[in-house]
């Protein structure tokens, strides 16, 4: 069945540094790959997403890269800072959106 | 304020009993859901909605039964639950499945099956 491989399940930066998350799918007919984040004891909520239309789309510190090609797209976010710290969810679908299994991201002092 | 209400928050019952937990959006979203998340896993579809009397299994249908009456209501029903059951639950609602939007999650019900 369809399948959302996300790397790494764990990350730790400095703060400051940049983090970087990649996911690959399986459905090639995925054409919406939202991103969530969701911080200790919270519901997930979205951050970004972007849509097979688009190969890169930024916000502030965030941004998003597509490659539909080769079925994978990541999450960047620079200048890293403490509130950045929780788990970071991908998730790639049309009309069946399936989720990552999470990276749980910690900014060290 | 637009948002998406689960209850209960928590939930401690015996292995069997049967229980509803409730779910409930006020933004006119035709699209439902329901995610189990456990550690390791992420969140796994239990089951979806893509609008009034259509329901369709997610990844992780066993156990669980869902219905959608009414187009702000999505209880998921747990028949007989067992141990295996434990674990927290999200509802979430997105306007529609061909625009593809922003899932909105509600508060998570913690349910331990003892």
């Known amino acids: 069945g369809e399948n959302v491989e996300q790397h790494p399940s764990t990350l730790s930066v400095q703060e400051g540094d940049s983090a970087v998350i990649k996911c690959t799918y399986s459905?090639?007919?995925?054409?919406?790959f939202p991103w969530y984040k969701q911080e200790l004891g919270k519901r997930p909520q979205l951050i970004i997403d972007?849509?097979?239309?688009?190969g890169e789309k930024k916000d502030q510190r965030i941004a998003v890269t597509l490659n539909k090609t080769a079925k994978h797209f990541s999450l960047h976010i620079t200048e890293t800072q403490p509130e950045d710290s929780a788990v970071y969810f991908c998730a790639a679908g049309s009309d069946k959106i399936i989720f990552g299994k999470g990276t749980r991201l910690h900014i060290l002092p | 304020e637009a948002q998406v209400t689960q209850n209960p928050r928590y939930l401690i019952t015996v292995t069997g009993k049967k229980l509803t937990v409730t779910c409930s959006q006020n933004?006119?979203?035709?699209?439902m859901s329901w995610y189990r998340q456990d550690p390791g896993l992420g969140l796994r579809q239990i089951y979806y909605?893509?609008?009034?009397?259509?329901?369709d299994k997610g990844d992780v249908p066993e156990g669980y039964k869902v219905s959608r009456k009414e187009k702000r209501n999505f209880p998921l029903i747990l028949e007989s639950p067992s141990p295996n059951q434990t674990s927290l639950y999200f509802c979430?609602?997105?306007?529609?499945?061909?625009?593809?939007?922003?899932?909105?999650f509600g508060q998570g019900t913690r349910l331990t099956v003892v």
């Open positions: 909605s893509m609008n009034v009397e259509v329901t």
């Open positions: 972007i849509r097979s239309n688009v």
């Open positions: 933004m006119n979203h035709e699209y």
């Open positions: 979430a609602s997105s306007l529609t499945v061909e625009m593809n939007t922003e899932a909105f």
């Open positions: 459905d090639s007919a995925s054409n919406y």
